[in-house]
């Protein structure tokens, strides 16, 4: 019952990339059974970078599921990017779940790009001015929705794949002062809530690879200036980490 995921975050492909990445994922599937994107492919979220990311990542001998970023909204042509990718064969999850099978192992991946708020002690609240109430319940809202899809997943393992933290121990090394906009606590609380062997997400290039949930679920920050390879791999139903 054993699955190999690879895992990348921030890629932020733009032209001078073209072709650049591609030749890193060579190989791939000698180390890994799926690679996972964990958000901000792009730098401006134009169209023009989507189909770059298509380019760089269609066709790969293992299954690519991705979500979006941050800066993958900039140009507010997010759908457009999410059209060009699907339409390359690559998943992209909007607070939703898909399952990948591996022979005889079933691989259930739930996300989405996340949202911010903070973590416990020092997070925003759904108090006061409106435009406060929607900032949390748009977290709110996500957590929610991740909550249900990984209930309804029946497979051998379980993994969320989100673009913002659920934890601070993956922060370590990023100005405190931002680590609200960098994640939050309840992404954390819908993963604890229905169990998962990984969480991973990308945003903290200045944070530090591993951590953990309050309830015991594997956290790996995955973005390319934490790594500085290609790609991660971490095993599923072994009792080490990385492959």
């Not at 994922?25 to 964990?38: F, K, M, N, Q, S």
């Not at 380019?55 to 900039?74: A, C, S, W």
């Not at 903290?204 to 790609?231: C, D, F, I, S």
Request: glycine share 12%.
């Amino acid at each position: 019952m054993r699955i190999r995921v690879a895992a990348v975050g921030d890629v932020h492909l733009g032209e001078d990339i073209r072709g650049r990445y591609r030749r890193r994922l060579e190989g791939i599937e000698e180390r890994a059974d799926v690679l996972l994107v964990a958000g901000d492919l792009t730098r401006h979220g134009t169209p023009d970078e989507g189909r770059i990311v298509a380019e760089e990542f269609r066709d790969l001998p293992v299954p690519v599921v991705t979500v979006l970023g941050n800066h993958d909204y900039q140009s507010d042509a997010e759908d457009e990017i999410v059209d060009v990718l699907r339409e390359a064969g690559i998943q992209v999850l909007q607070d939703d779940s898909t399952v990948i099978t591996c022979g005889d192992v079933r691989l259930g991946v739930v996300g989405g790009k996340g949202f911010c708020g903070g973590f416990a002690g020092k997070c925003a609240s759904e108090f006061g001015e409106p435009e406060m109430k929607a900032f949390v319940r748009h977290t709110r809202e996500i957590a929610d929705l991740w909550h249900k899809a990984l209930k309804g997943l029946d497979t051998d393992h379980r993994v969320v794949l989100s673009h913002y933290s659920p934890v601070k121990d993956t922060l370590t090394g990023e100005p405190p002062e931002i680590y609200p906009f960098l994640g939050s606590y309840l992404l954390a609380e819908a993963v604890d809530a229905e169990g998962a062997d990984l969480f991973v997400h990308g945003h903290a290039h200045a944070g530090v690879e591993k951590g953990v949930t309050p309830g015991g679920v594997r956290v790996r920050n995955v973005a390319l200036p934490v790594l500085q390879r290609a790609y991660a791999v971490y095993c599923l139903g072994d009792e080490s980490d990385n492959c």
